[in-house]
Each structure stands twice: as C-alpha cells, then as structure tokens.
C-alpha cells in the first residue's frame, strides 16, 4: 500500500475526528463528549465502517449466488474490493501506529 493512500486514510479520519469537534456541545457540557471525540473513539467508528462495509459485501455476494436478480455482478465486486481497500488499508493505520508505539517504548530515558 503506497503513502498515498495511507495519508487519505489519515486524512479521512482527521476529517471525521473535526466533524466531531464541530458537533460537539458548549463547554459546559464537553467533559462527557471529550472522552467520546478521541482517537479511540474515531478508530473504532472507522472499524465499524470496514466492517460493516464486509458485511454488506458478504450480503451482496450471498444474494448474488441465491439468483437474486436486482444484484448483478459488477455491484457484488465493487463491493467486495471496497471492503478489502478497506480492510487493508485500516490494517496498515493499524501497523503502523503499532510501529510509533514500539518506537515510542524504545526510546531511551
């Protein structure tokens, strides 16, 4: 997978993660989002879209073989290789902030 396409990724996320912010509610009220508005937060909605994006594929194609005929092929394989760009591309986020992390925990004091 190229840089390119890992920056999108992480551009993408920096996006949701500042549609975020910007629905967040007044001061007042920004202790309890805060905790929802991080990372973890923002990495566990990209993971459920991937994964919701293979469930989909998976209905797809389960429909395709059945003979449904409202599905043809072209859409059943769109789908699958969104999924799997999908996949691939939050396993490599996840490779890599894993790599930061080793990095991060070598460092001498």
């Known amino acids: 997978m190229s840089d390119a396409t890992i920056s999108s990724i992480l551009s993408q996320i920096r996006n949701l993660q500042g549609q975020s912010t910007a ?13 929802e508005s991080s990372f973890g937060a923002t990495f566990k909605k990209a993971l459920n879209q991937v994964n919701t994006q293979q469930q989909e594929s998976a209905t797809l194609a389960r429909g395709f073989e059945m003979g449904d005929p409202n599905i043809d092929l072209v859409r059943v394989m769109l789908a699958q290789q969104e999924a799997a760009v999908s996949f691939r591309a939050t396993v490599e986020v996840r490779n890599r902030l894993v790599q930061a992390y080793q990095d991060v925990m070598n460092m001498p004091l």
Not at 23 to 35: D, I, T
């Open 23 to 35: 629905l967040r509610p007044s001061a007042a009220e920004s202790a309890p989002v805060a905790a």
